[in-house]
């Protein structure tokens, strides 16, 4: 809560400083939208990868001197990190470089999202865990010395031959190796019902435990691919990256279709249906970031990252502000009642994540107080995303193309 | 032809008689109204290729559009192996085929065959029986069971590796052009649990899952009017229902889902999948598969406290509202001229014999909209022998080595778009639907004999029908 109370002061300041630098008295047209949209996807990126190329320094400075402070000091800068890669979600299922599985019909497509942020973990798969009995189990690639750990290795390990496979890489195997499980342990009560805590991995599993060494290889591997990958997509969406270029060429209505068709998917089938509702039902851990206990900050990314493209505008790491035609302006000019709605729609859902964040508790301990009919804060910023999605479709089909959000 | 030259007659009659008769078109290439809609007002638009198959009917309540979400989910997301603090995604193997149900139906598409020995499956799979019972089913192997798991949890062998070795047959069409037909023969190598010889074996492809809640509400007379068992209409096409052991029922009752209608109802294919591909329990199949000399009480399973399944019945529930749920798309191109006249070749060869478009589903007990729904699945759901090229030589049920279920056609065309392949039939020999048409013998060799008759634009027009559906 402190870090966004932070960023806001900052983009308040920098908001009134900028004001005379937006292009806001543009007539609004679908093609400075779908500029202005490639703008935000492009810095939000570029920061995506440079806030995780500190993480990495980050965790290089941790692995080279496993101490309780530069491990802190990475758990700090993953998490710092994950705002702006949570943001650029919104760019995903838009036909985009991220996800796109047709390789062969545009540049730049590099369809590593499930290298980037595959989920569940299969966090046994990796490392030691837990055996519920006071005890670990080692079964993973990290105890088992006959797997050689290299980049090859693993990345064959991740989502072999694309499907939906062993997940090994990416931003939660990281948070695994910097956290551990996140197990709610209380040590009086010897109950799982301390939701304050989130993973309890100790830097000493870097230094004296078993495996150390291949720990530090693998959380050194899997970290390079992931800034590796961050740079590939930060590159191709750049001005006169291949994707960069592609996307300038693609008509209008293609463009419209890609990128509402995202932010409407992400917006109700991903993150309201996918994300918020099983993690209700079916339990306190079926949440994305478990082992930090970040997953009410992921919902803060996730939404922003939709709200920005609805807004035209996205507030970069070093406070500077991309502001544009959006895409209530354009919609405006065609139906004042379907932009309202939208408006209306997307209002509504800053507030239900402003109330889920406002609970000051993790998002572990929100959903096991609440059922899928109990219309608790998390069901109610669900609800919130899929009217949101909803809206969204009504703006494409005003806009002249047809989307699908679930 | 006999059929077409009295039709044409009677047209020719008809529009002497009629006035405008400048604006002759033969009736039979009219559009009619509402056909591209195979689930009636339950169909969708297939916008996006990901999405074609993956979309629920529209009238989902705002509860049950909840539910169709959790079991999206957990249809896409991959399972895992105990423990794990994803509770709810856990108790994945010992031994298993796939981690999520999505690796074997990609964007709840189709599975694709093996092409080179060593590579990974993205769905197939093999069956394995010894013998079969026409009561009780497919006699397993003793150490593998009914079905080979090329993957298991690390510490753990997995079953055993296949391999794959392609010949080739050359044939030629009417009007002289050539085609050549793909044929795997797939073996099974590396067993880690003894030897497999003498095993029968049945390579399998993943279905694609549209329209699946559809099939299960179609009633037992419903799918029995076509059958005809004893061919006594005398068009050479038999049709017989096969009855399988339904476990919640503890009787025999008809088949309609897997490739030899094997399976009676949606929930019993899924949670056979759950345990046979995935190796998860539920309270159908209750009995982890575990491995020969392995102690499997000795393991992590994905139970959680005061449950004794690894899928409870409340879970369950969900993926099978998702899979009851999920619609069929809106036919594209349906009123092009070569796409009407494919729909007239489709009736003139027989094809619709088999692939009935034509039924009324009855009651579901997941979701009451697609009760008493118009539906157009191109299948009758029935068993026929489909020649000896095809067979796979081993019995399941009721139904022979040589005897297949109809496939349903309703989404043939958007295969390509959803999953970039065009694999067809059981094993995903056929690499295209033309392929698929040419494979079809016994029962169907007159209909494929009277298609390589046709030219070259008529077979075209065919197959732009098919890829309309």
Known sequence: MKKILGLCLVAIAMTSCSDDNENIKDTPTKAKFIENYANIAAANYDDAYTTAATMKTKIDAFLATPTEETHKAAQNAWLYARDFYGQTEAFRAANGPIDNEDLGSIDGILNTEGRINAWPLDEGFIDYVSDNKGGAVQNGLIGDANFALTEASIIGKNEFNNLADNVATGWHAIEFLLWGQDLNYNPTTHKQDNYAAAGQRGYTDYTTANFAERRKQYLQIVTNLLINDLNDLRNTWAIGGLYRTAFAKLNEATALKNILNGVGFISNGEIALERIIPAVEEGQENEHSCFSDNTNQDMWANVNGINNVIIGSYKRADGTKISGVSLTAITKTLNIEISTNLETKAQTTLNKLDALLALNKTFDEIISQETLTSNGPAIQLSNALKSQGVAIAEVATTLGVSITID | ?469
């Open chain 2, 1 to 469: 032809m006999k059929n077409n030259i009295f039709f044409i007659t009677i047209l020719f009659i008809l529009i002497s008689c009629s006035k405008d008769d400048d604006v002759y078109k033969p009736v039979e290439f009219e559009y009619e109204l509402g056909e591209e809609n195979l689930v009636s007002e339950l169909s969708i638009e297939a916008f996006n290729a990901d999405k074609a198959f993956g979309r629920g009917i529209p009238s989902l309540s705002n509860l049950q559009s909840s539910f169709f979400g959790i079991g999206d989910a957990m249809f896409n997301q991959s399972w895992v192996s105990s423990p794990a603090t994803t509770t709810s995604r856990d108790g994945l193997g010992p031994i298993f085929n796939a981690r999520a149900c999505s690796a074997c139906h990609l964007n709840d598409g189709r599975g694709e065959p093996i092409l080179e020995t060593g590579a990974s499956s993205k769905g197939l799979l093999i069956r394995l029986s010894t013998g079969n019972s026409v009561t009780t089913g497919p006699i397993g192997h003793g150490t593998y069971g009914g079905q080979l798991q090329d993957r298991s949890n690390l510490g753990l062998k997995k079953e055993a590796s296949i391999q794959v070795v392609f010949s080739y047959i050359k044939g030629t069409y009417a009007d002289g052009s050539t085609y050549e037909l793909r044929k795997p023969n797939y073996t099974i190598i590396n067993e880690n649990y003894g030897s497999l010889v003498g095993v029968q074996t049945s390579p399998r492809i993943g279905q694609q899952l549209i329209g699946l809640g559809f099939i299960d509400a179609l009633s037992e007379a419903s799918i029995l009017e076509n059958a005809d068992p004893n061919d006594t209409n005398n068009d050479g096409i038999s049709g017989r229902a096969n009855y399988v052991w339904n476990v919640k029922k503890d009787k025999l009752t008809i088949g309609k889902f897997g490739w030899k209608s094997n399976q009676p109802t949606l929930n019993q294919q899924v949670a056979g999948a759950f345990n046979g591909d995935m190796g998860l329990t539920t309270s159908i199949f209750p009995d982890e598969n575990c491995p020969d000399g392995v102690d499997c009480s000795q393991l992590f399973n994905g139970n959680n406290p005061g449950e004794n399944v690894e899928v409870p019945d409340k879970q369950f529930s969900r993926i099978a509202l998702y899979m009851a749920a999920i619609s069929v798309p809106k036919r594209r191109n349906y009123k092009e001229e070569a796409v009407l006249k494919g729909k007239k070749h489709f009736r003139d060869l027989k094809c619709v014999s088999c692939h009935v478009d034509n039924f009324t589903t009855g009651a579901n007990e997941i979701l009451s909209q697609i009760n008493n729904i118009k539906i157009s699945p191109f299948s009758d759901f029935l068993l026929h022998d489909m020649g000896d090229e095809l067979a796979d030589n081993r019995a399941d049920f009721l139904a022979n080595g040589n005897e297949w279920r109809t496939q349903p056609l309703w989404g043939l065309g958007l295969i390509e778009a959803v999953n970039g392949h065009t694999f067809l039939l059981h094993d995903g020999r056929a690499r295209n639907i033309e392929e698929a048409i040419l494979w079809h013998n016994g029962e169907a060799e007159s209909s494929k004999e009277s298609f390589k008759q046709k030219t070259k634009t008529e077979r075209e027009e065919l197959l732009q029908y098919l890829n309309s559906l």
